[in-house]
Structures are given as structure tokens and as C-alpha cells.
């Protein structure tokens, strides 16, 4: 038995009990206060009350002696639940403190951390002549794991495929925007390998495993693309010459036929599934059509060909068509050309056309000619929502009709938003099954046979939203350039129209009989003029 304190009122003493120190009270007076004994436990802070009613006992019963608690530790070691930081409680006065030598205290924390097992990452820097009494200070901080960097993927960037024709008729960046062409072993991409993390440590010196960084799936078709694995990379290069392609979520390569030639006598017509480039001109009479992109290369364009047809694509021509009223072009999108004489052409999307049209006939959504120079000159054109040039026919009053089937805008809002429903439900299926996805693609080489089944269905499923949702953000830019329209269908004349052109919009009509210039279009069932 050790006593800590005693006077006339009361005894405070230590029992050693099974390796503990109890605190035990002794009232001798049975006037003392509760209040006399608790300002007796300010000056032993190491005094840890946890029995009460034995407390209460001892001021109801003088002379009996209760225990009433324990000796805390001069230095009392915790750590935080996840082990990360030790704590160090000081139960000494001020007093106590500022009469102990700093070094000795921070000596005997060290060796009540040593001995609670802690001996990681120990910083007593907390520990100083300034610090107060009942203080809790930080002593120890573990040394967190850092998590492992996640897979990183690029893919080769498309280019936009729009060629800009300038008011000369010269088109600018015409190669390179059409057709991505790639080499055999050209880059298509590359994923940067996900890292383990760094491991850390507990202030117990516990190993803390780091979290991996998650892996995703390089997304490639296998039939014309290669894995190349280098150090910390996987490259995707492309296993043939060819054109870049992204279809259904993946990147590969279309078939892509390069004629350094003219196609003539020496190839014979032209039958290709892919992308086609033809560096000099295609002859009189001969064909050529392919499943993508046309480019036709040769300054001299081409003349009195057959048909030059591009199933899916464009079609881009650097010289022009001189027809001869026998040269047929049709795309499956938009065609771009520096002019056309005596020609037809037919395009699911735009006719571009640098120069001028001359006798010949013009089917797409809308027909633009240059601003500045863009003449149409006989002929025929017919457009669902825009006709734009500088001159329509000529001083010589060469009679040429302009018809644009025009639109419904409300209609078109209508379909915009059932296109928006769709988009945004669309997009929503193909995050969830891509999340989906994911997951199996971390366990892929631990998946059974069923499930292995299961992922290649949802990645079928996956490959298809993805081609929806290509489908309905083509289909909706489509619909806002019929929007971006004046009216419900227009003709804008920038510079002159002559006599005996003849506009048609919305089977509204109006007969040019002296030079005029102006936007014409059709609002409320009406025919409208308004200057440009």
C-alpha cells in the first residue's frame, strides 16, 4: 500500500491488485465534502475515478475504505482504431511538468511506446516545455499506403471529316481530314498498365497492403489490330495499311485501297469494301464504289465517268466533275467538290461545291456553294431545307430551278426531343452495363465458362448501344441544322439572282424577274424576303 495523500479529512492510497495500481479513499470526517476531495483530484491527475457509488460510500460511511478507481500511467498509450496514429496522454500537472527535464519526459514516452509496441514512425515534436497538462499529443503517425495509379488508355484521335473549300474553289486540309490512314505497325493506341501501390505501415509496424489500381479493357478488334506489350505499356498497332475506324466501342481498321494511278483501262471499275484514295483521275466511262470514303485525288477531277458511288461515306473530289451529262456521284453522306458541270449528284447529307454548278442536277439535305464566288447556272437542285449561294442563274437569263421540300418545325422539335429521351436512356443503359462490365473484366481470368458466356453477351449488348448512340447524335445534328435554318426552308441569294430562276420552297414559288439578292424563305405558309 502506497499513500498519495492524507490530511485531518481524508486518505488516498494505492493497492497493487493482479498488476494494477487501485486507488483507494478513506474519509476520516464525516463533514468533509464531496467538492474537498475533488479538489484534491486536480493535483493527482493520475487519479482515474470509476467507481461512484463506492465513492458516495466513502462520505456516507467515514472510517471504511472504498476503492474508487485506478492509477492511471504517468503516460497513458493509445492509438487510433485503424492504427494509423498513437496518442500519448501526460497525467502531470503543470508543475510536474515544468519541473521535469524535457529530455527525461520524452525518454519516458519513448519507453511506454516500446513497451505498448510501437516503435513506427515515432515524432515527439508535440512533446515540449509548452505543452499543458492532461494534454493529448500525437506521438506516432503510421505511414499510409498509397494506392496504385489505375490503367490509363488513349486511342488514336479521328479527325473531323470536313474539308474546308475556301472562296476560291481550293480546299484546305482536304487530305488530311477525310481519310485517317494508318501503316502497318502505325500506333492506334496504347494502355498504361495499372501499379500495385506502395505498401504502408501501422505505428505497430503492421504491413497495410496498398489498393491496386483498377485495370480496363483495351478495346480493339482483334482482326485488324495487334497487342505490342512493352515495359508498363500494352500499344495497339494496326496489323495492315488501312483506314482508322471506331465501330462498335472498338478502334480498328478499315480496308483502305490506294491507287497511285488513274483508274482506267489498266485496274478496271473499282469494288471495294472500305475506304478508297485514287492519286490521279478516274476515266471516261469507268466506276468506282466502295462501302466508306472516296477521295479522288487528281487536280484534273474527273469527266464523263459512270458512277462514282460511296455506299456509307463521302465522296471528295479536289478537282471538279465535267460531266458531260453522263457522270453520276451518290453518297451516303456528303460529297465535296471544287465544281460540277453537267453532272448529277445525289447525297444522304451535304453538297459542298467550291466554284460553280453548272446544268447539273443536285440532290442532298442542303447544297452550299461559296459565299463569295458560289454560282449555280441551270440546272436543277433539290434540297430538304437549304439552297445557299452567291449567284443563281446568269446575266444570259439561263433558266434554273432551285426546289427545297422545306420542313415541318415543329415536327422536327418533336423528333429532337424523342431523340433526346432516347439519347439520354440509351447513354444510361450503356454506363450501367459498361460498370457491369468492368467488374467481370477484373476477375476475366478467374471467370467460370457460364460467366465467360454471360460477359460476351453483355459486351455484344454494349457494342450495339454504343452503335445506337452514334446513330442518334448523328441523327440529332442532323435535325438541329434543319433548325439553324430561317423558316421551314430557305434560299439564301448572297449576291445576285437573275430572271428565269425559279425558286420552290415548300411548293411555294417565286419567279426571279429582275436581279435580285436576299434570303428567301417560309414562315406561316407564306413565301418571305429578308436581305442577307
Not at 485503424?82 to 497525467?91: C, F, S
Not at 503510421?142 to 473549300?165: H, N, R
Not at 442542303?366 to 437542285?381: A, M, Q, R, T, Y
Not at 465458362?449 to 454494349?462: I, P, Q, R, V
Request: proline share 2%; aromatic share 8%.
Amino acid at each position: 500500500m502506497t499513500t498519495i495523500f492524507e490530511d485531518n479529512n481524508l486518505c488516498v492510497f494505492l493497492k497493487e491488485i493482479n498488476g494494477k495500481s487501485e486507488v483507494w479513499l478513506i474519509v476520516k470526517n464525516h463533514s468533509t465534502p464531496l467538492n474537498y476531495f475533488d479538489s484534491i483530484c486536480r493535483d493527482f491527475p493520475r487519479i482515474k475515478i470509476s467507481n461512484f457509488i463506492s465513492l458516495k460510500k466513502a462520505f456516507d460511511e467515514p472510517n471504511v475504505s472504498v476503492c474508487i478507481g485506478e492509477y492511471k500511467p504517468k503516460y497513458l498509450v493509445s492509438a487510433s482504431k485503424d492504427e494509423m496514429y498513437a496518442y500519448i496522454d501526460i497525467n502531470m500537472t503543470q508543475s510536474e511538468i515544468e519541473s521535469c527535464n524535457i529530455n527525461i519526459i520524452k525518454t519516458e514516452i519513448i519507453k511506454a511506446l516500446n513497451e505498448a509496441g510501437i516503435n513506427e514512425g515515432i515524432d515527439l515534436d508535440e512533446i515540449s516545455e509548452d505543452m499543458e497538462s492532461f494534454a493529448r499529443l500525437t506521438v506516432a503517425k503510421g505511414i499510409e499506403p498509397v494506392s496504385g495509379k489505375d490503367a490509363k488508355i488513349t486511342y488514336f484521335q479521328l479527325s473531323e471529316k470536313k474539308p474546308t473549300i475556301k472562296s476560291d474553289g481550293k480546299v484546305d486540309n482536304y487530305e488530311m481530314n477525310l481519310i485517317d490512314k494508318i501503316e502497318r505497325g502505325g500506333w492506334l493506341g496504347e494502355k498504361t498498365l495499372p501499379t500495385l501501390g506502395q505498401p504502408g505501415k501501422t505505428v505497430f509496424g503492421k504491413t497495410v497492403i496498398a489498393k491496386p489500381g483498377r485495370d480496363y479493357m483495351l478495346k480493339f478488334d482483334a482482326k485488324s489490330v495487334d497487342e505490342v506489350v512493352e515495359e508498363g505499356k500494352i500499344i495497339l498497332a494496326a496489323k495492315f495499311d488501312g483506314a482508322v475506324k471506331f465501330e462498335h466501342g472498338k478502334i480498328g481498321v478499315h480496308n483502305h485501297l490506294v491507287i497511285d494511278e488513274n483508274v482506267g483501262y489498266s485496274t478496271g471499275n473499282i469494288d471495294f469494301d472500305g475506304y478508297v484514295t485514287i492519286h490521279g483521275v478516274v476515266e471516261d466511262l469507268f466506276s468506282v464504289r466502295a462501302t466508306k470514303d472516296i477521295f479522288i485525288k487528281g487536280k484534273m477531277g474527273i469527266g464523263a465517268v459512270g458512277t462514282i458511288h460511296s455506299i456509307n461515306g463521302d465522296i471528295s473530289i479536289l478537282g471538279g466533275v465535267n460531266g458531260k451529262k453522263k457522270a453520276k456521284l451518290i453518297a451516303g453522306r456528303n460529297v465535296y467538290v471544287k465544281y460540277v458541270n453537267e453532272a448529277e449528284i445525289e447525297a444522304k447529307g451535304e453538297i459542298n461545291i467550291g466554284l460553280y454548278a453548272y446544268e447539273s442536277i443536285l440532290k442532298g439535305d442542303k447544297v452550299i456553294l461559296s459565299p463569295d464566288k458560289g454560282k449555280v447556272v441551270g440546272g436543277e437542285i433539290q434540297a430538304k431545307h437549304l439552297v445557299s449561294a452567291n449567284t443563281f442563274g446568269n446575266s444570259m437569263e439561263k433558266a434554273t430551278k432551285i426546289q427545297v421540300k422545306g420542313f415541318d418545325r415543329n415536327k422536327v422539335n418533336e423528333e429532337l426531343d424523342v431523340i433526346k429521351v432516347n439519347f439520354n436512356e440509351t447513354i444510361a443503359k450503356a454506363n450501367r452495363l459498361k460498370r457491369e462490365l468492368e467488374i467481370l473484366e477484373l476477375n476475366q481470368e478467374n471467370l467460370s465458362e457460364k460467366d465467360e458466356f454471360t460477359y460476351k453477351g453483355m459486351l455484344l449488348t454494349y457494342e450495339n448501344l454504343i452503335d445506337e448512340i452514334n446513330k442518334l447524335n448523328y441523327d440529332f445534328k442532323k435535325l438541329e441544322e434543319f433548325l439553324r435554318t430561317k423558316g421551314e426552308g430557305e434560299v439564301k441569294i448572297l449576291g445576285s439572282a437573275y430572271p428565269k430562276t425559279v425558286l420552290d420552297i415548300k411548293n411555294l414559288q417565286k419567279v426571279i424577274n429582275k436581279t435580285m439578292s436576299g434570303s428567301f424563305y417560309v414562315k406561316d405558309n407564306s413565301l418571305h424576303l429578308t436581305q442577307t
